[in-house]
């Protein structure tokens, strides 16, 4: 058996910081975005399973090639394949949340990955599917990263355009899946 290449990153589980946002690990840009997405238990059940399936980045049009088909799982390596760009970008899942709620709180459902060598940024990006007390169902969308080296400052425009882009179309991916499970 081969070694596994190690995370491009030290910070891991650094996307479920409280302060994430206000204080990023160093060099690093963070976001936080949030959309509601839909209403009811059927609703959070199946944006949930399809996002544990890589539905949100296959909703948005990237091709994902996990090393085992299925749900994913801790520790799980990944290859997108996102259009417009010429390389493979690698990750691996390095937490997974399933938070019943409490008396009166919110269930939370989702997983984050993190980069490998060969994808041009380092860092982390997290998924949590929200199901509020008031039935509501939220995604979460929270991130750090930097380019993983000087080639990729030079385009830094670029990628941040990209990361745009496809962080919006991420926010809508599972909206139809909400939609549809609740009707």
Same mark, same amino acid.
């Given at each position: 058996?081969?070694?596994?290449?190690?995370?491009?990153?030290?910070?891991?589980?650094?996307?479920?910081?409280?302060?994430?946002?206000?204080?990023?690990?160093?060099?690093?840009?963070?976001?936080?975005?949030?959309?509601?997405?839909?209403?009811?238990?059927?609703?959070?059940?199946?944006?949930?399973?399809?996002?544990?399936?890589?539905?949100?980045?296959?909703?948005?049009?990237?091709?994902?090639?996990?090393?085992?088909?299925?749900?994913?799982?801790?520790?799980?390596?990944?290859?997108?394949?996102?259009?417009?760009?010429?390389?493979?970008?690698?990750?691996?899942?390095?937490?997974?949340?399933?938070?019943?709620?409490?008396?009166?709180?919110?269930?939370?459902?989702?997983?984050?990955?993190?980069?490998?060598?060969?994808?041009?940024?380092?860092?982390?990006?997290? !998924?949590?599917?929200?199901?509020?007390?008031?039935?509501?169902?939220?995604?979460?969308?929270?991130? !750090?990263?930097?380019?993983?080296?000087?080639? !990729?400052?030079?385009?830094?425009?670029?990628?941040?355009?990209?990361?745009?882009?496809?962080?919006?179309?991420?926010?809508?991916?599972?909206?139809?899946?909400?939609?549809?499970?609740?009707?």
């Amino acid at each position: 058996m081969q070694p596994r290449e190690p995370l491009t990153y030290p910070e891991v589980g650094g996307t479920l910081r409280a302060d994430l946002v206000d204080r990023p690990p160093p060099g690093c840009r963070a976001v936080e975005r949030r959309v509601r997405i839909g209403e009811g238990e059927a609703a959070w059940r199946a944006a949930a399973e399809e996002a544990l399936r890589w539905g949100i980045q296959r909703r948005s049009g990237i091709r994902v090639a996990p090393a085992r088909p299925g749900a994913l799982e801790l520790g799980d390596d990944v290859v997108m394949r996102v259009p417009l760009w010429p390389r493979d970008v690698p990750c691996r899942v390095v937490l997974t949340v399933d938070e019943e709620p409490g008396p009166g709180g919110t269930a939370v459902r989702g997983f984050a990955y993190g980069t490998l060598p060969g994808h041009p940024e380092r860092g982390e990006e997290v !998924f949590l599917l929200e199901h509020e007390p008031d039935g509501s169902v939220w995604l979460r969308i929270r991130a !750090f990263s930097r380019p993983a080296s000087w080639i !990729f400052r030079l385009g830094y425009p670029a990628v941040l355009l990209m990361q745009r882009i496809y962080t919006d179309r991420y926010l809508r991916s599972l909206t139809g899946v909400a939609r549809a499970a609740a009707s």
